[in-house]
């Protein structure tokens, strides 16, 4: 069965500290992994799209590693800040050829809600 | 540029009462997307469009739910009747797709509509 899990469900952290998602997959056949950012009240926002010849991407204070071989993803979040608070949501897209071009399905995983402290 | 918008954010209803989501795509954006956000929960796809043609609605739940795209830019998504367990979040999102996997296929989300049934 095609699945994504996130770990930890839910974290705490002090403003300034740095902290590190986990997103585990069984989805196959994979194209490429994305995190999400989800404000409380707003819509996802993707963060970084790997596929599965990265191994790291970044964005800003925002680092996410892949390892296609051991099927796990991490989503590093340097000197945090109060606004980093929201639901982070790892996102595996399933590769499928469709006649006239590709389209494949996105499994989502269920968030790490983080709240930063003051 | 405008990014997706729906209307209403809000809807307070009573249960078997319809109700009525409207999305705007990113102009140029050739699919179109539903989800159903339950709280703590990642987005579940309820139905896809690419231009006009609904090509993946296997999840929508028929008998209750109806969507459309008219000219393959606004849609619309309803339910007739709601019943208190269809409390959610609806988000959409729209992605420009093409012949390529990557990096084609990034889905924008809206702000979502949360819908509260009594």
């Known amino acids: 069965k095609n699945q994504v899990e996130q770990s930890p469900q839910s974290l705490i952290i002090l403003e300034g500290k740095n902290c590190t998602l986990q997103?585990?997959?069984?989805?196959?056949?994979?194209?490429?992994l994305r995190w999400y950012k989800q404000d409380t009240g707003r819509g996802p926002v993707s963060l970084t799209i790997?596929?599965?010849?990265?191994n790291t991407k970044s964005n800003g204070r925002y680092t996410a590693t892949l390892d296609a071989d051991t099927k796990q993803s991490s989503l590093h979040i340097t000197a945090s800040q109060l606004s980093d608070s929201a639901s982070y949501i790892c996102?595996?897209?399933?590769?499928?050829?469709?006649?006239?071009?590709?389209?494949?399905?996105?499994?989502f995983g269920k968030g790490t809600k983080l709240s930063v402290k003051p | 540029e405008a990014g997706v918008v729906q209307s209403p954010r809000y809807k307070i209803i009573e249960k078997k009462q319809p109700v009525a989501f409207w999305c705007n795509p990113i102009?140029?954006?050739?699919?179109l997307y539903w989800y159903l956000q339950n709280l703590g929960q990642g987005p579940e796809l309820l139905i896809r469009y690419e231009n006009e043609e609904a090509v993946d609605d296997s999840q929508l739940p028929k008998d209750r739910f109806s969507a459309e795209r008219l000219k393959g830019v606004d849609s619309t998504l309803k339910i007739q009747p709601a019943e208190l367990g269809d409390s959610a979040v609806y988000l959409c999102a729209s992605s420009l797709v093409g012949s390529g996997d990557y990096p084609y296929n990034e889905q924008f989300f809206g702000p979502g509509t949360r819908l509260t049934v009594l």
């Open positions: 790997m596929t599965f010849s990265e």
């Open positions: 997103c585990n997959y069984t989805v196959s056949p994979f194209s490429n």
């Open positions: 996102v595996v897209r399933m590769s499928r050829s469709n006649y006239g071009g590709s389209q494949g399905n996105l499994i």
């Open positions: 102009s140029g954006h050739n699919t």
